[in-house]
Every structure is written in C-alpha cells, then in structure tokens.
C-alpha cells in the first residue's frame, strides 16, 4: 500500500503483508486496515507498523471511525 502526501504524490510504502487492503480508518492515532482477503482488520501505527489485528468471520466491506467507535461491515 502506498503512504501520500498531502499533496497526493507517493512518499513510500505503508506496512507490509497486505493481500488485499480495501478500506481504511483513522481514530487520529492509529490507523485501521481492512484487509478483505485475510479477513481481517489491521492496526497499524502512523510510522506503518502493524501492531496488532482484529479477525473477522468474514471479508470485510466497509469500516469507518466516528464517536469513538470503530465500524465494521
């Protein structure tokens, strides 16, 4: 996955060991990855590092962060 810049040209990599990242959410710190073929939603930190994972049943569609609360469909 490619990390842009404001400005919308590629500045690098972000993670790595994607399969097919789809959607993604921020909560202001740390950043949310839904990858719908591991079934999973990523936590990566700013800097790129996953730092942990939440497992879903099934590929996730959408994800969106607001009031505090993370959305998964």
Known sequence: MLKLGLDGGARGEFGK????PYDVATDGTLIYVADASANEIAVV?????RIDRIALDAA????SFRSG???VA
């Open 17 to 20: 060991g994607w399969v097919l």
């Open 45 to 49: 930190s700013p800097e790129g590092e």
């Open 60 to 63: 996730p569609n959408y994800i």
């Open 69 to 71: 609360t993370l959305y």
